[in-house]
């Protein structure tokens, strides 16, 4: 297996972007698990695109990269690799299956698995690679909690240089002994889990904060010395200059001489010009720690709803749901009043998307007005969303990127990239119907692909809101700080839970 991954002086800048993205970037990465952290747009998916060799840096360079394998966010695999997998019987192979409890016996049933068991497969199929260097991008997107913990056992298992790019808080306090912190202007590295690092960051940022206004204030107390000096230097020059004074004035003339000989008065001029230097130094150095600051934050979402008439959403009194593969059995019937904050867990495969589908088709025969958040994008539904946006007007356009950067992430992606994260792209999905006016709201997985910061910002959003709202979640702290009701799907069997709020 690798022994590490050194960067070195990296700098890299997207040719469509006007500041560049890393810059004398240092990180190194030693056998476990190292995190990296940041906001949506930050970076963490180009560097690991550096390590993998398929992006080049513009300055410095990638040592020991070599083996790699690059597990990315999506939910698909080659067919040929799929069948290279399922037809492996090798002992390494079917260690990896069983760790990761893989059923799938033949490639046409893929299709047909739920977003979180296909990507058990494929990362079993990473794992079984036996690469020295192994990069999981999100790899508990769409994974229930049982799922997670299963990850996590599996990851724990793995030898080499392990790179975790990861927004699950859970998964990065258990597994990653190393952490890389991305942010604009700034990225650090630090050992420990991610709150053991965090809790680092946060007192080295209250520290660049507090030496900048120190610097900050040298600097104004400088100037302000400066003025004085300068003030006293036209004096001195005016007490040494000859200019005016008669021809015949040899007392006056005789002063003048004297001052300049004994040098009281040049003294003034010398000492501003040993302030000017002083005062150059420190403005370069209040620039310098300016130029690392964090960023400021400006998070929060504002939905904008119109209170409805109707009292009731969805009714259901009968025993079963159809969903055409299956049927799910309901125990009590189920309800959505005008009031409701309804979350949807369970095992993957239990068919909560399902629900979540049939929901909205009643919905929409109904013709209530709706928001629907599905659990991933088409590539269809990507063009079709970018060109939606491209055509509003102006103003339309502003509002929907003041709504993209209030949930933490750079406008100027807009015209200065073309390949936007899966978080971003959801950000956006987000700011374009922030507007919208929907009676209810319907979301699947929402905080799938988002940084931990965009998580809070729905979380505290969706808490205020007057307009009911169903999601899917195997997010269980999101979930509970939610919710107020919980639909349990076990076994094909919806129960219906009320969450307490104390």
């Keep these: 297996m690798q022994n590490h991954i050194s960067i070195e002086s990296l700098s890299f800048r997207y040719e469509s972007s006007s500041e560049p993205l890393f810059q004398n970037l240092d990180l190194h990465f030693a056998p476990g698990w190292t995190a990296i952290v940041g906001k949506n747009g930050s970076g963490k998916s180009t560097l690991a695109k550096m390590i993998l060799g398929e992006i080049f840096p513009d300055s410095g360079k990638v040592i020991g990269n070599t083996n790699v394998c690059y597990v990315s966010q999506e939910s698909e695999i080659s067919y040929g690799d799929l069948e290279d997998f399922i037809y492996d019987g090798s002992n390494t192979t079917g260690y990896w299956k069983n760790l990761l409890n893989v059923k ?14 296909r990507r058990r497969v494929i990362l079993a199929r990473a794992f079984a690679k036996n690469s020295s260097i192994l990069i999981l991008d999100e790899p508990t997107n769409h994974l229930d909690f049982e799922s997670v913990k299963l990850i996590q056992k599996t990851i724990l298992q793995y030898r080499g240089v392990g790179i975790l790019i990861s927004h699950d808080r859970y998964l990065l306090d258990e597994v990653a002994n190393s952490c ?7 990225s650090s590295q630090r050992p420990g889990n991610y709150s053991a690092g965090k809790q680092e960051m946060e007192r080295e940022t209250n520290e660049r904060v507090k030496n900048w206004q120190e610097a900050k204030l040298e600097r104004k107390k400088l100037e302000a010395e400066l003025f004085r000096r300068r003030e006293d230097a036209s004096l001195s020059h005016k007490h040494r200059s000859k200019k005016g004074l008669d021809l015949h004035d040899h007392d006056g003339r005789h002063k003048k001489n004297l001052a300049r000989v004994t040098g009281k008065d040049g003294q003034a001029g010398r000492l501003k010009k040993q302030l000017d230097k002083r005062t150059e130094h420190s403005v370069h150095k209040e620039e310098s720690l300016f130029v690392i600051l964090p960023e400021k934050e400006n998070i929060g979402l504002v939905w904008k709803t119109k209170p409805s008439k109707r009292n009731n959403f969805f009714h259901w009194e009968k025993r079963l749901i159809p969903f055409g593969f299956a049927d799910l059995k309901i125990e009590n019937p189920i309800l959505i009043k005008s009031n409701a904050k309804i979350g949807i867990s369970g095992t993957n495969g239990s068919g909560k998307s399902s629900l979540l589908r049939f929901l909205q088709k009643v919905i929409l025969e109904k013709k209530i007005p709706h928001l629907y958040l599905p659990q991933e994008f088409s590539e269809i539904e990507l063009k079709t969303m970018k060109s939606e946006f491209q055509s509003y007007s102006p103003e339309k356009r502003a509002r929907v990127l003041a709504g993209f950067h209030r949930l933490g992430s750079d406008p100027k992606r807009f015209s ?20 919208s006016e929907p009676e209810i709201i319907l979301l699947d997985e929402p905080t799938n692909h988002l940084d931990i910061l965009s998580v809070e910002a729905l979380e505290s959003s969706l808490s205020v809101l007057g307009t009911p709202f169903v999601f899917v979640s195997h997010d269980r702290r999101f979930l509970l700080s939610v919710a107020e009701e919980e639909w349990i799907l076990e076994n094909w069997v919806l129960t219906q839970k009320h969450l307490d709020r104390i």
């Design 104 to 117: 799938i016996q033949n490639t046409n049933e893929f299709e047909f698995l739920s977003y979180g068991e």
């Design 180 to 186: 890389v912190f991305l942010s604009k202007n700034f």
């Design 416 to 435: 200065e990239s073309e390949d936007f994260s899966p978080g971003e792209w959801k950000k956006l999905f987000l700011s374009i119907h922030l507007e």
